[in-house]
């Protein structure tokens, strides 16, 4: 073998430490001694590490790219040997473990860096027993099986999942579950302490798989007992589960269904339904809102709806649904129906003097006898008040219903024992007949309307057919009413004059004020005609304020001593507000209340109200003059004169009407005179239309008149003409008066 000199094995040494490029080291191999296989093996020898530094720049490139790809993912990734030493890690990893960073260093054991985590206090959970808590970790590390959760110092919770690799390292997964178990929290808090009955149900089976104490309490099962129960064992009736269908984890909307509590009671639920998964199984959590009562009061607001509170029967909705579905019935078969309206006689009369208490128990007892006068497929409603309806079916001539009709009036009609009274009520009855009165439900009920009106308005105790000319008359009524609120809102009506003539001297006293209204089409209208319908509608309270302020404005430009008389009607009196329209008419027109007489009828006193005379007292108190207009027509005229201190009383013209002739007439005119001079009230006759009457009246005393035989009623310009001339009085008596 070649001994090589010193110089030359240090130089050579120098060459195999540092590498010499290809070309050089195939030169100084040749100056070799054999030089030829020496550069042969040296060759080799660069060709093998050639190749190696490329594997390994191809391992390098192989590494980055497989870091690279790690580093996007949003778990955690770690990659640790057989001796549990990292490998390879990515970001997410460094980000979940930030406070431990530091120590993750290629080669470096995952138990080292555990045990700086527990002395740093990373670990909560390992407080107090760290060695114990790092072997457990150890061991489950070379010992994966179920995934477990990890809580760090600052609050957050990792779920790590760990898996061995073929060649006995391990490969780990990471994931930051904080805001998940947040979540769950949040729904754990939500479920067990929530006062709504909750319940979590297994998709596949229906099992019962949770529920809250709301739902043990409300239920009366234990929570052993509901394991052993699916959801179909609560249901009453539904033969589905109540999330059928469902595919989306939004919440549902409420379904309605009953189910049985464990002591068998029927409960109402309203229950809303939400997917989700319990567990690793797919679960559907039920919120159960128990709308028994709330049920129950939908069915009384119903029942309410649709049927009279004071008797129980159906009330006019229900009258006229039942109505539309008789009449559909009877289209096919060819029956007629017949349609009852029955209306109470004085009724209000006994509600007034006996009270409320007597006339709803005199209702309820009406209500109970008329069910029992009809036959179960007739049916009965009570429309207002005082007015009841009956749908008789199955009739075939106009017979059958007045045989019906009279069963009712004698069943209403037998004396009623109420609170120690005895109460007689007759009743009057209208009735419509299909199809001949009209075949749909809103015709008929207004045509057995009408026939009552008839009935009532003709003799009170019986009954009365509907005729096609009493709808012309309602017609012509309607008509009225609609020109009249035209009229009232336009302030079109007029008040009208009569004078009231002073016997004794002749002279104008006062005169009353008379509403006219000038239609433009009809003319002049009556009285009679429009002032019923005013009273009907309540239009009168509007009209008699404006009457009474335009006579109050006018009669402010007559001569003083000139009074006005303006009439009230008992509605007026209702509404509570008549005291400040007459002080308002006064204030704004000037006129002393001295001037202004207020005219009432005997009906307005029969109702007795301690309202009505409190406003008449008022009223007398501003200095108006208060008078009993138609004396000697109610039933109980002297009685009124003892409630209140009346300052005229006005003799009905029915008194005055032939009194030269009627010894009567003038028997009851002396009395009233004579009456009205004890009290100190003047007496004004009414409808004075002859020298007859007009003499008999002089005899007697009287002190005032008026008629037609002084003047009809005039226009406030003619009136004032009137008051200048002061020749009203007739011709042949004018010698007397002077």
């Keep these: 073998m070649p001994k090589f000199r010193p110089a030359a094995k240090k130089k050579l040494k120098a060459n195999t430490e540092r590498p010499l490029p290809a070309g050089r080291a195939m030169k100084a191999a040749l100056k070799l001694p054999n030089g030829r296989r020496v550069a042969g093996e040296i060759g080799e020898i660069v060709r093998q590490r050639a190749h190696a530094e490329a594997a390994i720049a191809d391992a390098r490139k192989s590494h980055e790219r497989l870091r690279e790809a790690i580093d996007i993912l949003p778990q955690g990734i770690v990659i640790l040997d057989a001796d549990g030493r990292y490998i390879l890690w990515n970001k997410k990893y460094a980000e979940i473990y930030n406070r431990s960073s530091d120590q993750f260093v290629h080669g470096a054991r995952l138990q080292d860096t555990i045990r700086v985590g527990v002395e740093r206090g990373d670990y909560p959970e390992a407080i107090g027993r760290e060695e114990e808590w790092i072997a457990e970790r150890v061991a489950r590390l070379f010992h994966p099986g179920e995934r477990h959760e990890q809580t ?109 509590k464990a002591d068998g009671s029927l409960i109402d639920l309203a229950i809303y339904s939400r997917l989700l998964r319990y567990g690793d199984e797919p679960a559907v959590m039920l919120a159960l809102m128990d709308i028994t009562e709330r049920k129950r009061a939908e069915m009384r607001l119903a029942f309410m709806a649709h049927h009279d509170g004071l008797t129980g029967l159906p009330n006019r909705n229900l ?111 209208g009735i419509a007949m299909a199809p001949g009165d009209g075949e749909d439900s809103e015709r008929l009920l207004k045509n057995a309307d009408m026939a009552l009106s008839r009935a009532k308005n003709d003799s009170r105790g019986t009954f009365s057919f509907f005729e096609s000319g009493m709808d012309a008359r309602a017609q012509t009524r309607r008509k009225i009413e609609i020109d009249l609120r035209a009229a009232i809102q336009g302030d079109l009506l007029r008040p009208y004059y009569q004078p009231l003539i002073d016997l004794k001297t002749g002279r104008i006293t006062g005169v009353e004020a008379l ?120 039933y109980s005229s002297l009685s009124y004169l003892r409630s209140f201190p009346f300052d005229k009383i006005k003799i009905d013209q029915s008194f005055v009407r032939d009194l030269g002739a009627n010894r009567d007439a003038q028997a009851i005119v002396r009395s009233i005179i004579s009456l009205g001079m004890g009290l100190g009230v003047t007496i004004t006759a009414e409808g004075v239309e002859t020298e007859d009457e007009l003499a008999c009246l002089r005899a007697e005393g009287c002190d005032e008149a008026q008629g037609f035989l002084f003047s009809r009623a005039r226009p406030n310009a003619e009136i004032i003409e009137l008051l200048r001339a002061q020749s009203i009085v007739p011709d042949v008596e004018r010698a007397q008066v002077a």
């Design 152 to 260: 760090l110092a600052d609050g957050r919770v990792i779920l790590i999942d760990e898996r061995l690799t073929a060649d006995g390292g391990v490969i780990g997964l990471r994931v930051d579950i904080t805001e998940l178990k947040q979540r769950e929290a949040s729904f754990r808090l939500l479920f067990d302490s929530n006062p709504v009955p909750m319940i979590v149900c297994a998709v596949e089976d229906e099992r019962i798989l949770s529920v809250n104490d709301a739902a043990v309490e409300h239920y009366g099962y234990t929570r052993a007992e509901f394991e052993k129960l699916t959801i179909r064992h609560l249901q009453a009736f539904e033969a589905e589960s109540p999330w059928a269908g469902e595919k989306s984890t939004d919440e549902q909307a409420a379904r309605t269904w009953k189910h049985v």
């Design 319 to 429: 009258l006229r649904q039942r109505l539309d579905e008789t009449l559909a019935h009877t289209r096919r078969t060819g029956e007629k129906v017949g349609v009852l309206f029955l209306g109470l006689d004085n009724f209000k009369a006994i509600n007034d003097t006996l009270g409320h208490g007597i006339g709803d128990k005199l209702l309820r007892g009406v209500a109970r006898r008329l069910r029992s006068t009809l036959r179960e497929e007739d049916s009965i409603a009570r429309l207002n008040s005082d007015e009841f309806a009956i749908i008789q079916t199955g009739i075939s001539r106009p017979e059958d219903v007045v045989l019906l009709a009279r069963r009712l009036l004698e069943a209403i009609g037998e004396p009623y024992l109420l609170d120690g009274h005895s109460i007689v009520i007759g009743a009057s009855i």
């Design 515 to 634: 509403v006219r209204w000038p239609h433009p089409e009809r003319g002049m209208i009556s009285p009679a005609e429009f002032i019923p319908v005013a009273e009907d509608t309540g239009l009168i309270n509007v009209l008699g304020a404006q009457i009474l302020r335009r006579a109050c404005m006018e009669a402010a430009q007559w001569p003083d001593a000139v009074r006005v008389a303006v009439n009230l009607s008992p509605l007026q009196f209702r509404v509570g507000n008549l005291l400040s329209i007459v002080m308002d008419a006064l204030k704004q027109s000037g006129l002393p209340a001295k001037r202004l007489e207020l005219e009432i009828t005997e009906t307005l006193l029969l109702e007795k109200s301690s309202q009505v005379l409190a406003t008449l007292h008022a009223l007398r108190a501003l200095g108006v003059r208060i008078s009993m207009d138609d004396f000697g027509t109610g």
